[in-house]
């Protein structure tokens, strides 16, 4: 990237978007990037491809899958918008103020991955890992929460990282829903990460 230019994508469910998207889409506007370049692809719907309202001036898609942290990348493909540059999170973060700034410095010559393995399939994208996504479409679209835990980082593993680790910050009930989350802030990358599994259960806890 010879300048900053890039869109942000983020992943959500049609199960709990209401609860994180205000946290994480509110904290991105308010560091500075333009709602116009914000992006939500909100799986678990039916039928096609469809613009809806989130309560933000972002442009969000109800999308006919549920691909978990592959959902923005399956969307972005099938929509026909990977040829842009994008910075794919999950919907479970909140970033800091200066997150704009950090991103543009960190992105102006390179791409990177927010941290070292694993990244949880955040950080830049491109067009030539979209060509690979295409190729591993079958794999990816509507997978299984273990199995997108599996291939984590698929396409973006051999990127340099923001950040080598995170900060553990406590558990906390992010969003009031009495689901106890850890909180790691990755603080080069300015991301709080509100993570419900971190493999220290013998499941997943699959909402909000």
Not at 77 to 84: A, S
Not at 117 to 127: A, E, H, L, T, V
Not at 151 to 164: Q, R, T
Request: net charge negative.
């Amino acid at each position: 990237m010879s300048k900053f230019d890039v869109k942000i994508g983020i992943s959500s469910n049609r199960n709990f978007y209401k609860k994180t998207i205000p946290v994480c889409v509110g904290s991105i506007i308010n560091s500075g990037f333009n709602p116009d370049d914000v992006y939500v692809f909100v799986g678990g719907f039916d039928g096609d491809y469809e613009p809806m309202d989130i309560g933000f001036p972002v442009k969000a898609y109800k999308c006919p899958h549920n691909s978990f942290d592959f959902t923005s990348v399956v969307s972005i493909v099938e929509i026909g918008l990977d040829d842009l540059n994008w910075f794919l999170l999950h919907d479970t973060i909140e970033v800091d103020k200066n997150f704009y700034e950090i991103l543009s410095l960190e992105l102006l010559n390179s791409k990177k991955k927010i941290n070292v393995f694993p990244s949880m399939s955040m950080g830049s994208y491109d067009s030539s890992s979209f060509e690979l996504a295409k190729k591993n479409l079958h794999v990816i679209k509507n997978i299984s929460k273990s199995k997108c835990i599996q291939l984590e980082d698929m396409f973006i593993k051999d990127l340099p990282s923001i950040c080598n680790g995170f900060e553990f910050l406590g558990l906390y009930d992010v969003y009031k829903t009495g689901t106890e989350r850890y909180v790691e802030y990755y603080k080069e990358a300015g991301i709080k990460k509100n993570k419900a599994n971190n493999g220290t259960k013998p499941y997943l806890i699959l909402d909000v």
